[in-house]
């Protein structure tokens, strides 16, 4: 089983992200997909999660309106576009898999927004 995260880096300001995670080694379209995150000296939280079939999303309390989560079952992989930085998303994201199978983690990517 893998889930590999990229597309993080270093982004001014208000600028915009599309993270990815690609997944391999178990049934993608059987699970719910979760993006994570977590800030130097703080808990990991939720951003969003999306259903299996991708019919339904949730975002985290004070996720909604600049993220966006997605996926596409035929490619194994889901996204997350993120607008409007700030340097308060700066943290390390993280892809999650879950269902009744399993409950499986990516290594994460790096978002640095400088302030």
């Known amino acids: 089983v893998q889930l590999v995260e990229s597309g993080g880096g270093l982004v001014q300001p208000g600028g915009s992200l599309r993270l990815s995670c690609a997944a391999s080694?178990?049934?993608?379209?059987?699970?719910?997909m979760s993006w994570y995150r977590q800030a130097p000296g703080k808990e990991r939280e939720l951003v969003a999660h999306?259903?299996?079939?991708?019919?339904?999303?949730y975002y985290g309390d004070s996720m909604k309106g600049r993220f966006t989560i997605s996926r596409d079952n035929a490619k194994k992989t889901v996204y997350l576009q993120i607008s409007s930085l700030k340097p308060e998303d700066t943290a390390v994201y993280y892809c999650?898999?879950?269902?009744?199978?399993?409950?499986?983690w990516g290594q994460g990517t790096q978002v640095t927004v400088p302030s």
């Open positions: 999306i259903t299996n079939d991708g019919d339904n999303t």
């Open positions: 999650n898999a879950r269902s009744r199978w399993g409950d499986y």
């Open positions: 080694g178990f049934t993608f379209s059987r699970y719910v």
